[in-house]
């Protein structure tokens, strides 16, 4: 079973302006890309049995989500995202030593022993112009191919 | 002669790397990458110093690598104009393709692994002295233009992501027959084990700097400016016996400076 937190700030995020920014008045991208959100997504696999997969979710965004300055959505195995944005998920492709380590430390410093796997991605939220006559997933991907992922260590993944 | 320190929001070496510029007798300036890019043309050289342009957002040197200022530098080094890249200055040249050079985006610049006997001991950010070996022929980089084949440097380093690592297959093999792997990680005799701390990041065949084709940009993880005098080496350096001594006295990183100034001596 796959456990995915969702995890979004809720103060303005930063980076996901810089790349909004960089998209617009650096990339010609002004006239189709409408605003730009970003989620940090955990995906956490555990063994199956696991009694109660709301209340181990809570516990995980315990430890992986501060909740003073981020809110996050919790779902088992498949990731739903509202209309109205293409969603693309950036991660890497070689070794992704700070998922290794959480997983490391969720199992044997926290006690969380049923975690088998934890990945990590960041999920670009692109809300494009659907006006023109191009594809918008034809956008998304010529975004993320320009922008979003150096192809030498990431890959990318539209979602919906 | 005089070049440009170019200063991104986020850059923090700049001030050093001007200084240690002006005691090899470049004049310079650091110029803010909001100016009018074209007034880059006026200068003979560059340098994009460390630090970490727009806070390392999206990736190291990703979002700078999209200014206007790194189209210039293009079209600047298609002239056969210097460009040194010290550590976020190499990953912006990196993210911008102007490093290997050898067709788009041809590498990237990932987080340090640090690997000893088969294991990873150590991840991340890492702040160290190290010793490079110049691996690259006399004259065959301007960043080393005045350096010999062999010569060992020790430089620091400071830096989270300096591993070098690429899909292609191909590239490293490529860029050994074109000379164009600049310096490697090695231990003080020179010798480049591929284990921590050696290997310090775990960079594909020690790599710790490369060049373009043409030799005239270069990109290296380590600090030159950081060992520009003989009073920043480390107490146990060999060099720093006998107390502080002149503090006008060279040393190692000054080679990359000098080596730059003598480039554009000898192609103007």
């Known amino acids: 079973m796959k456990i995915n937190l969702r995890v979004w700030l809720k103060i303005p995020d ?7 920014n960089t998209l617009i008045r650096r990339m010609g991208y002004g006239d189709v890309l409408a605003d730009l959100g970003k989620e940090r997504l955990w995906s956490i696999e555990v063994d199956d049995d696991v009694e109660d997969p709301i209340d181990l ?5 315990k430890e992986l989500v501060n909740e003073n300055k981020e809110s996050y959505l919790a779902s088992m195995d498949c990731l739903v995202f509202d209309m109205g944005y293409v969603p693309v998920k950036v991660a890497l492709h070689i070794e992704d030593g700070e998922a290794i380590t959480t997983r490391d430390r969720l199992r044997n410093r926290l006690g969380f022993d049923m975690v088998k796997g934890v990945e990590r991605s960041t999920v670009w939220k692109l809300y494009l112009n659907l006006e023109g ?9 010529e975004i993320a191919e320009r922008l979003l992922i150096n192809p030498h260590k990431d890959f990318y993944e539209m979602l919906a | 002669m005089k070049i440009a320190v170019i200063q991104f ?4 070496c700049e001030y050093e790397t001007l200084v240690a510029a002006k005691s090899a007798a470049v004049d310079g300036e650091i110029f803010r990458w909001n100016r009018p890019a074209q ?15 727009y806070q390392d957002r999206l990736r190291a040197g990703a979002i700078a690598s999209k200014e206007p200022v790194m189209e210039t530098l293009r079209e600047e080094a298609e002239t056969g104009k210097p460009i040194v890249g010290i550590c976020n200055g190499f990953q912006i040249l990196v993210e911008s393709g102007l490093l290997p050079g050898v067709g788009g985006v041809d590498a990237a610049l990932a987080q340090n692994v640090m690997v000893s006997k088969n294991q990873i001991v150590r991840r991340g950010f890492y702040c160290a002295w190290t010793t490079l070996r110049h691996d690259a022929s006399r004259n065959r ?4 233009f005045l350096i010999e084949k062999g010569e060992l440097l020790p430089i620091p380093l400071a830096h989270a992501e300096g591993n070098l690592v690429t899909a292609d297959e191909n590239l490293i093999d490529r860029l050994n027959e074109e000379n164009q792997v600049v310096f490697r990680y090695c231990d003080e005799e020179g010798n480049s084990t591929p284990d921590y701390p050696v290997n310090i990041n775990g960079s594909v065949q020690n790599i710790a700097g490369i060049c373009n084709p043409e030799g005239n940009v270069l990109g290296m993880m380590p600090h030159p400016e950081r060992s520009n005098f003989a009073w920043q080496l480390p107490a146990h350096d060999p060099a720093k016996k006998g107390g502080l001594g002149d503090l006008d006295a060279s040393g190692p990183g000054r080679r990359i400076f000098e080596s730059m100034k003598r480039y554009i001596e000898v192609r103007i």
């Open chain 2, 39 to 53: 007034e880059l043309c006026d200068f003979d050289g560059y340098v994009i110093p460390g630090g970490f342009s």
């Open chain 2, 141 to 144: 980089c301007a960043g080393t």
């Open chain 2, 9 to 12: 929001p986020g850059t923090n």
């Open chain 1, 133 to 141: 006559s191009r594809d918008p997933h034809e956008i998304a991907k």
């Open chain 1, 57 to 61: 979710a809570k516990r995980f965004a």
């Open chain 1, 14 to 20: 930063a980076e996901a302006v810089t790349v909004k």
